[in-house]
């Protein structure tokens, strides 16, 4: 055999911690993609063997049995048959067992084995138990299951170089020897066989731990369990606003810095004004929301990483039945409050089809952390600061009914699409409870980083480049001495045809110029904003260009118009990357069209409404 | 012996005493969508499994549950946990 490169493929059940090996065996250089045609996440990275050679790691999502019922398991089944276009078939299989759970894995793990494919188990987690009061045999198991059982602890990286070794060890013998594949046997005998190696494999056990079943009784209590999670939330959402604050104020200040900086450098031309009101203000003024999606992101993690995220379904089940849904789609719900595109992808692990898509269609109206500068902007501008309650503020209030409002449309819109196009039988709910774990910060930084990456790079290219089109559709054609550069523009144009659309719930130019370019992410709307109220005021007079965006919102905008504004943004799909993945997740067209319909119908009816309300009121 | 399908008599799972130690007898996988049976086997909850049902319902439904299953813990409707009869087992009377 002369293969460039070994492969080899972690297999596994759910909850096995095949990630956190994953993470052990190959540090931070991981290369996450997708397969090709499908949506499923390929997370590979590279193992050094004992011999300094390297091998292709890849860590395939979890499953119970090679029958397929999911996108992801339907993956985990092709590579593992070599199937899969674009994956090499793995030449050594790593099983990965969860010590504490082993009559139950061992059921998926005979499946695998019984393909023949030369296969290494990784007897995972024997820390938790033997914590758990387990005792296990290795070489038992070893001789029942007929290949190397190496046990280790992933987040210790206890065990990691045998199983490196092991590895290596089962990749040789193929070339020699190559296994023949064993005989078939049904799942009750193989669940039966399970039962055996299990009591075999177990020296001794104590009662079951109490620990996990003494949280439950708290955390799953039907009556203290509810109020625990919401609790929770609370928090949560309470810190991305205020403990980012000091971290989002010391970025504002480092990017009106840079700003100030390059005036001082160049000398002043329409390029110095391109880096200033363009790239710097525009790309500043969303970076700046970089530590509240972290801390969104480290609260997500963190329940998953804990085993929390079940509950946190389990206890949800009950509500989003009521909407046709299932506790499934909480996650991804629950995620697409930091991003949709993040949620949509999670929703995969929905089994049923027609719950994926309505999951994957209401997704967008979960308040995104990028309606969050809009918001704040806005809010800031408009709404008092004042207490209307011991310790609730005016400000804060409107921007809790902001995510109520988007959380009471999706439910609503959920509703009638279980009734309409998703129609269906009811979906069940049938999911595993993972133990409890401390998450271990390695694995907690990592993946805050990834999300952070995925941030930053979209910052700096797709952000970028919108701002700086924008900014040279405001600036060309130049304006005639007198006229406004605005007017003059064709930006100016376009917003003034899009006006007459827009004009009847209350948008000005402004407005529907914001409007456009926040199509490629809705946070541009505030840079758009930025850079359009910086565009047109006066060349000379940098004390009129230094007026906070907000006086200068409140110079231009009434209240009425400002609630429109606010109400669109609830509803609006404006993020071309949302729309992109959704295509990429329903397979063409037919959702995304119809996604991007509803909710522009929704997002003009709320903000027409909001408008002729607020004006007949006699808000001012 | 309890009857194995169809018994009006025997108790269904979602009926079970949280904490009471019980033996599937028999499910009748007929009234389960097809996928969610294939699932639930594969999670070992078919025939002969051992069970104990942990947790039932938020506020006052009774829905969704989790049940034990070896050292494992699964979330389940009510609707799958009714298509499957279960009888006791007594500590005295071991496997």
Redesign the interface.
């Known amino acids: 055999m002369t293969r460039a490169l070994t492969v080899a493929a972690l297999v596994g059940n759910p909850n096995a911690g095949k990630s956190a090996l994953f993470n052990a065996l190959t540090g931070a250089r991981q290369k996450i993609a997708n397969y090709p045609g499908v949506t499923v996440e390929r997370k590979a990275g590279r193992l050094l063997l004992p011999s300094g050679e390297p091998v292709e790691l890849v860590d395939l999502p979890g499953s119970y049995a090679l029958d397929a019922t999911s996108p992801d398991e339907e993956v985990t089944r092709k590579v593992i048959m070599g199937e899969q276009e674009g994956q090499a078939q793995p030449d050594v299989i790593v099983l990965v067992l969860d010590s504490s759970n082993l009559e139950q894995h061992l059921v998926f793990a005979q499946e695998v084995i019984e393909l023949g494919r030369p296969t290494v188990v990784a007897l995972n987690m024997v820390d938790l138990a033997e914590r758990d009061g387990l005792t296990l045999d290795p070489a038992a198991l070893q001789s029942a299951l007929g290949v190397p059982v190496i046990p280790t602890v992933a987040v210790r990286r206890r065990g990691l170089d045998a199983l490196a070794v092991a590895i290596a060890a089962a990749r040789d013998r193929v070339n020699s020897d190559p296994p023949a594949p064993r005989p078939h046997i049904t799942l009750p005998e193989r669940r039966m066989q399970a039962h055996e190696m299990a009591r075999a494999a177990i020296l001794s056990e104590t009662a079951r731990h109490r620990l996990h079943a003494r949280l439950d009784r708290v955390l799953l209590h039907p009556w203290a369990g509810p109020p625990i999670l919401f609790a929770l939330l609370f928090v949560v959402f309470q810190a991305v606003f205020s403990w980012a604050t000091p971290f989002a104020d010391g970025l504002e200040a480092a990017v009106g810095l840079l700003g100030d900086l390059v005036k001082a450098v160049m000398p002043p031309s329409l390029l110095r004004d391109l880096v200033t009101e363009g790239v710097i203000a525009g790309v500043g003024s969303v970076v700046v929301f970089l530590p509240q999606i972290v801390i969104l992101f480290f609260f997500i993690l963190t329940m998953e990483a804990t085993g929390y995220m079940a509950r946190a379904a389990f206890l949800m089940d009950r509500l989003m039945a009521g909407v046709g849904l299932s506790g499934r789609s909480f996650i991804p719900l629950l995620s697409s409050f930091a991003c949709a595109i993040p949620g949509i992808m999670a929703t995969r692990s929905i089994t049923d089809p027609r719950d994926r898509l309505t999951t994957i269609l209401i997704a967008p109206m979960m308040t995104c952390s990028a309606r969050l500068p809009v918001y704040a902007v806005i809010i800031a501008a408009f709404i008092p600061d004042r207490m209307v309650g011991p310790g609730i503020g005016l400000q804060g209030l409107v921007l809790f009914a902001l995510y109520v409002a988007g959380i009471i449309g999706a439910m609503v819109v959920a509703l009638v699409l279980r009734r309409s196009v998703t129609k269906g039988a009811a979906s069940g709910f049938i999911m595993e409870l993972p133990k409890y774990q401390l998450p271990t910060v390695k694995d907690l930084a990592l993946g805050l980083w990834q999300r952070a990456f995925v941030f930053l790079r979209r910052a700096g290219t797709m952000i970028f480049t919108v701002t700086v089109v924008l900014w040279l559709l405001l600036n060309f054609p130049r304006a005639e001495p007198g006229q406004d550069q605005v007017d003059a523009s064709i930006a100016g144009t376009m917003a003034n045809g899009l006006s007459v659309v827009l004009g009847p719930i209350g948008f000005n130019r402004d407005m529907s110029l914001a409007v456009i370019p926040a199509m490629a992410a809705r946070e541009v709307a505030v840079s758009s904003l930025a850079t359009t109220y910086a565009v047109s005021a006066p060349d000379e007079d940098e004390d009129a260009a230094a007026v906070a965006l907000g006086d200068q919102l409140r110079a231009h905008w009434t209240l009425p118009m400002a609630l429109a504004f606010l109400a669109w943004f609830v509803f609006a799909p404006q993020c071309l990357a949302t729309i992109a993945v959704a295509r990429r997740e329903t397979n063409g067209w037919k959702w995304p069209a119809f996604m991007l319909g509803y909710l522009f119908t929704l997002a003009y009816l709320a903000a027409g409404a909001t408008f002729w309300a607020a004006s007949a009121a006699g808000l001012q | 012996m309890l009857a194995r399908y169809g018994s009006a008599t025997g108790v269904t799972l979602d009926l079970l005493p949280i904490g009471t130690p019980a033996r599937i007898a028999a499910v009748d996988w007929s009234v389960l969508?097809a996928?969610?049976a294939?699932?639930?086997?594969?999670?070992?909850l078919?025939v002969?499994a051992r069970v104990t049902l942990?947790?039932?319902?938020?506020?006052?439904?009774r829905?969704?549950l989790?049940v034990e299953?070896?050292?494992?813990?699964?979330?389940?409707?009510r609707?799958?946990a009714r298509a499957m009869q279960v009888e006791p087992i007594t500590e005295t009377a071991p496997a």
């Open positions: 969508v996928e969610e294939r699932r639930l086997r594969a999670l070992g078919d002969g942990a947790h039932r319902g938020v506020f006052l439904g829905d969704p989790a299953i070896g050292r494992m813990t699964v979330a389940i409707r609707v799958h």
